[in-house]
Every structure is written in structure tokens, then in C-alpha cells.
């Protein structure tokens, strides 16, 4: 084999690892393409491109971890430095935010829970603008569920929506854990409690894992923590919503053990666990973004695959289990593309059942199925799109409990 044909396999091997490593970084800090969020148009970076072509820079990043409009920030709370002032984005419009709401693969109770919000918020602002007396309003709120359901992305979009509904004036998300808010000696977990609260004021403050913070021993400190967060969601109630966030019973515990959390936490939205069709419309919409195809017989295969793992929805992890299992097969799909001689656009599209197979670790049957169909043959074409299989495999399109007009296709 001579030089030009192992630098043609490096290229390949090259564009797949940076599809690899785009879709990782994209996933549960980002909203414009979070893999729970409704679909997009396909990336531009999806056009053909030259071998020797540069990948464009990745988008700059400033104010800590503040992504896109800016209207979206994360931080856990560690860093010593004080957050640059930050300018509030204008709000969005609420037909959009609830659009995308919408869009939103399940959470059926969730998308009603937050509709009676909005529409609650709404009346409040109009009573205040007419002059009449309302109310004290209390929006922080208790998300509890299994890993991967969506929580951190839901509690992104209420910051928005409160922001648009004229609630918070910046609209921002701060997300900390028990790391981020309790220090290691006397005095020190309030000062660091204080500043992660001053970064979240006009946004929200999402604690994932707040059952953490209860004592666990006499010299622990996160009783303390809790305290200056009870006092900063009275001193700030007009400017600052606190999501607590964690398992189901957890969170009882968590918020019954003390008076002053059950009186200021008394939202609670419970989000369920993804069903089979609902990941499997994951696994498509993975697909969409980033310009993958799939015939009927290797969407199946998919199908099987993710039931297979899918045997604890807290170890599999709901939606990030559907990445992982995405992203197992773009690992494989790159490995058998790197040996063929000639590789098209269309290979670099297709996903065949070698892949998933391989991904599953049948060795045996992924080399039967690659000499049974070439892979120059093998794959979705424009012609003949994908139809599922009559034999009580329904798919996400006929599926009562993913979302209406929610298909990525």
C-alpha cells in the first residue's frame, strides 16, 4: 500500500473522530442542539467539503461557561475568579419559547405542568400592570427523575421563559452541585454559597443532587449552605428562581427535613423515564443534526440495541444513554471506513448493520452481515426512504406517547 493511500485513510479516520468529538461536547450543556430540544436544520458543516479543508473554529466563549445568545450560562461554582458583569440578552418572544417547548421529544406531564406556570405568570404581571393586588408568587421548584430525562434542559428553558415574561431580568442558567456551594471549613461555605448565589441573581440557580447538601455528619457543612440559600431566596425572591434537582425519593426527603425548604419549595415536577420509541426518536434526531442515514433494517437494529441496554433507566441513563450508544456506533462506522479503498460522501452518511453490530460486540455476526452486503450497496437512499416493520414494532411516528408533529423528518 503506498503513501497517498494511507494519508486518504488518515483524512477519513480524522473527519470521524471530529464528528465524534463535535457531538460530544454538544451535549447536555447546549440548548440550540441539545439532543432533548426540537430539531434543527442540518449544520453547515454537513456541506461537502475538500479533504484539506480546516474545520471552523468552535464559537468563542465568554462570561465563564456562557454559551450562544448569553442567556445560558453554567458554572459549578468552583472557581475563585468573580464572573465578569454580564449583559442581559433582550427577552425572547413566549410564542417561541413554547414552540420549543413543544418540540421537545415526551415529558408530556412536564410540557402541561409548564403551561399552567406560563399561564399563571401571565395573569400575575397583567393584575400588577392594572393595579391589583396579587399574591406573593413562589416559582423555585423541586425537578425529580431519573439521570437523563431532561431536567437541566427543561430548567434552561424556564429561566428563558421567565426572563421573556419579564420575572428575571437576565435570564440566565447557574447550575452547582454540593461541590459548589460547600467549603471545607467554618465560615467558608457561606461566603461560597453567597457568590454562587450573586452569579445567579436574575436567572436561575439549578442545584442538581440538593439532597446532598442535608448533614451527614457533625462537622458537615452543608446545613449551612442550606441556611444562606433560604435567606438569599427570601432577599432576592423578586430576581432569583432556585430549581432543586435529584431522584424521586431524595428530593422528599430532602425538602421535608427542613420548615423553611417545604414553605419556599412547593413545585414539584416529576419527569418520567423515556420510553422505547421516545430514544429511539433520540437516536433519529442524532441522526438528523449530524447528516447520518440509516435503512429500516439498521434502524431496527438500533432499536434492539438500546432495549438491550436498556435494562436500568438509571444506570443506561435515559437520553444519555441513547448518546453513548450513538456515538459507540460512529466509533465503529469510522473503523470500517477506514479500511475500504474508495470512500463517498453517501459511506460517510451511512450507517449499516456492521456498525451496530460491531457496537454490540457480535464480531462474528457484524463480519457475516459485512460479506453478505458490501458496503458500497448497503445504506438509505433518497429513493427509497426507511418504512418500519409490520410485526408490532411500531416506531415513534405512531407512538401515542412521544410528542405529536415532533419527527426529525
Known amino acids: ?51 484539506d479543508a480546516p474545520s471552523p473554529a468552535p464559537p468563542l466563549k465568554t462570561d465563564g461557561n456562557k454559551e450562544g445568545a448569553g442567556n445560558s450560562a453554567a458554572s459549578t461554582g468552583n472557581d475563585d475568579t468573580k464572573a465578569p458583569g454580564q449583559t442581559a440578552p433582550p427577552p425572547e418572544k413566549i410564542e417561541d419559547l413554547q414552540s420549543e417547548l413543544e418540540g421537545y421529544i415526551g415529558l408530556t406531564a412536564i410540557k402541561k405542568e409548564v ?38 434542559t427543561v430548567a434552561r428553558l424556564m429561566a428563558r421563559i421567565y426572563h421573556s415574561l419579564g420575572i ?38 439549578f442545584i442538581d443532587e440538593a439532597y446532598a447538601l442535608n448533614g451527614r455528619a457533625e462537622n458537615d457543612f452543608g446545613q449551612e449552605a442550606i441556611d444562606t440559600l433560604l435567606k438569599a431566596m427570601e432577599d432576592h425572591r423578586d430576581d432569583l428562581v432556585v430549581i432543586a434537582a435529584g431522584y424521586d425519593g431524595l428530593m422528599d426527603d430532602f425538602v421535608h427535613s427542613n420548615p423553611g425548604l417545604e414553605s419556599r419549595f412547593n413545585r414539584f415536577l416529576h419527569f418520567d423515564d423515556y420510553n422505547l420509541d421516545e430514544m429511539l426518536s433520540i437516536f433519529d434526531m442524532q441522526c438528523k443534526k449530524g447528516c447520518y442515514q440509516l435503512d429500516g433494517e439498521t434502524r431496527e437494529m438500533v432499536r434492539d440495541f438500546i432495549q438491550e441496554e436498556n435494562t436500568n433507566s438509571i444506570a443506561f ?32 452518511m451511512k450507517m449499516i448493520p456492521h456498525d451496530i453490530l460491531m457496537s454490540r460486540g457480535m464480531e462474528e455476526d457484524a463480519e457475516n452481515a459485512a460479506n453478505q452486503s458490501p458496503p458500497e450497496s448497503v445504506g438509505l437512499t433518497e429513493e427509497k426512504p426507511a418504512a418500519p416493520k409490520p410485526a408490532g414494532n411500531s416506531t415513534v411516528e405512531k407512538s401515542g406517547s412521544a410528542s405529536e408533529g415532533n419527527e426529525p423528518f
Open 317 to 348: 441513563g435515559n437520553a444519555r444513554g441513547v448518546r453513548n450508544i450513538f456515538e459507540q456506533i460512529l466509533v465503529n462506522q469510522a473503523n470500517r471506513l477506514a479500511t475500504q479503498e474508495n470512500v463517498s460522501r453517501d459511506d460517510l
Open 115 to 152: 403551561k399552567n406556570l406560563i399561564n399563571m405568570v401571565t395573569v400575575y404581571q397583567m393584575r400588577k400592570d392594572h393595579g391589583l393586588p396579587t399574591t406573593d408568587l413562589s416559582l423555585h421548584m423541586v425537578f425529580s427523575g431519573n439521570p437523563g430525562t431532561g431536567k437541566t
Open 1 to 51: 500500500m503506498d503513501r497517498k493511500d494511507v494519508s486518504k485513510k488518515d483524512q477519513i479516520i480524522l473527519q470521524q473522530l471530529d464528528v465524534i468529538r463535535t457531538m460530544t461536547e454538544n451535549n447536555l450543556g447546549r440548548m440550540g442542539t441539545d439532543f432533548w430540544g426540537h430539531p434543527t436544520a442540518p449544520p453547515e458543516a454537513a456541506k461537502p467539503r475538500t479533504p
Open 168 to 205: 428575571l431580568s437576565k435570564g440566565q442558567l447557574v447550575e452547582v452541585d454540593r461541590s459548589g456551594l460547600v467549603a471545607g471549613y467554618v465560615g467558608q461555605t457561606a461566603i461560597k454559597t453567597t457568590k454562587v448565589v450573586d452569579s445567579a441573581l436574575g436567572g436561575v440557580l
